[in-house]
């Protein structure tokens, strides 16, 4: 009676391991909060559950999900230091990635990677990525190689840039910026590059919300008239603003 017993509870454990309404059915990523990584996550997850394990038993079973397997993969692309897997019956899978809050794409050489807001480069992204994020873009003037997982920036630096190109898109809408210029060796200065050609350098050891403000007034109310001549802002004294017309 016990082998027969023992047959059902086998057969019921492979019915479980193969049943359809037991199988991934939906991917959810969360703690990246950049759409294009998002996806890509999800498709490598997706990926990873298409092979099954010790070669017969299904790999999408939600039984069965391997957290090895899935940050096996996502380091294909990303660089990813904790990952936290959850299960909602009957077939939700949400991978969480905790502590990576996408801010800014980095831009070194001809290299485009995505910056999480403690400086450290996650994605490896192509030209065609970026053309559908809304993400400020930050260009490092040195030629250094970056991999993923390169520590670039600290987190006061992101947060710096992530405030001041907020406050910029909020007060100054109408004047699109194209690019945030960054030199190690000038630090804490940077130059918030316009599409317009022209500049202006802010620097972190001042409130970036007074900073734009500052260039706000002054394109109100001293060059409204010859902004079409303007070259550069310097924004990193406070009221004391200076300017260049070409």
């Excluded at 019921?12 to 909060?33: D, R």
Aim: glycine residues 4%; contains cysteine; positive net charge.
């Amino acid at each position: 009676l016990w082998v027969f017993g023992a047959i059902v509870f086998v057969g019921m454990c492979f019915g479980a391991l193969f049943a359809p309404w037991l199988q991934v059915q939906n991917i959810i990523v969360t703690g990246v909060h950049a759409k294009t990584a998002e996806l890509r996550i999800r498709e490598l997850v997706a990926q990873a559950l298409e092979t099954p394990h010790f070669g017969f038993l299904p790999g999408k079973s939600i039984l069965l999900v391997s957290k090895l397997r899935i940050k096996q993969a996502l380091a294909q692309e990303f660089y990813v230091e904790q990952l936290q897997v959850s299960r909602a019956w009957p077939n939700v899978l949400r991978v969480t990635i905790p502590h990576q809050v996408v801010v800014a794409v980095w831009q070194a050489n001809d290299k485009f990677f995505l910056i999480d807001n403690r400086g450290v480069l996650v994605q490896e992204i192509s030209l065609v990525d970026l053309q559908s994020l809304a993400l400020p873009i930050v260009v490092e003037s040195t030629k250094e190689e970056h991999k993923l997982g390169d520590h670039v920036s600290t987190n006061v630096m992101v947060e710096f840039i992530n405030q001041v190109v907020s406050d910029w898109r909020k007060e100054l809408p109408a004047r699109e910026l194209a690019r945030v210029m960054y030199d190690s060796t000038a630090w804490p200065t940077l130059e918030l590059q316009l599409k317009a050609g022209w500049y202006v350098k802010v620097t972190a050891q001042a409130g970036s919300t007074v900073q734009v403000q500052a260039v706000k007034r002054l394109l109100l109310e001293k060059i409204r008239n010859d902004e079409d001549k303007l070259l550069y802002i310097d924004a990193r004294f406070g009221s004391q603003v200076s300017y260049k017309l070409r």
